[in-house]
Nanobody, 121 residues
Framework: QLQLVQSGGGSVQAGGSLRLSCAVS???????MAWFRQVPGKEREKVAW??????????GTTDSVKGRFTISFDSAANTLYLQMNSLKPEDTAMYFC?????????????WGQGTQVTVSS
């Protein structure tokens, strides 16, 4: 099981940027990692992912954030990032990082504690 500790987030005006961080304890070799977000009353939505953490070309983002959000992993720091640019009010949500060290099918995620992102118009 991986331990994930998030930092970053906060409040920003529309058009601004934020970066979320997720420090991972444990081996991430071959892991799958992702960022999710959730608003009250809705299901948790996966917004960005890296499958097989040592192959960044397997990264992707959902259509609603494409071109604005970038997921990356710093192997030296064992930290996952989500760079969020051109933020919109509809990006307001609780954001969670997640990791599956075995990249299982279906995924068996370990979760970060969550961090709130609020975008004002």
């Amino acid at each position: 099981q991986l331990q994930l500790v998030q930092s970053g987030g906060g409040s920003v005006q529309a058009g601004g940027s934020l970066r979320l961080s997720c420090a991972v304890s444990g081996s991430t070799r071959g892991a799958c990692m992702a960022w999710f977000r959730q608003v009250p009353g809705k299901e948790r939505e996966k917004v960005a992912w890296i499958d097989w953490i040592d192959r960044e070309n397997d990264a992707g983002t959902t259509d609603s954030v494409k071109g604005r959000f970038t997921i990356s992993f710093d192997s030296a720091a064992n930290t996952l990032y989500l760079q969020m640019n051109s933020l919109k009010p509809e990006d307001t949500a609780m954001y969670f990082c997640a990791a599956d060290r075995s990249c299982s099918v279906p995924r068996r995620w370990d979760w970060g504690q969550g961090t709130q992102v609020t975008v004002s118009s």
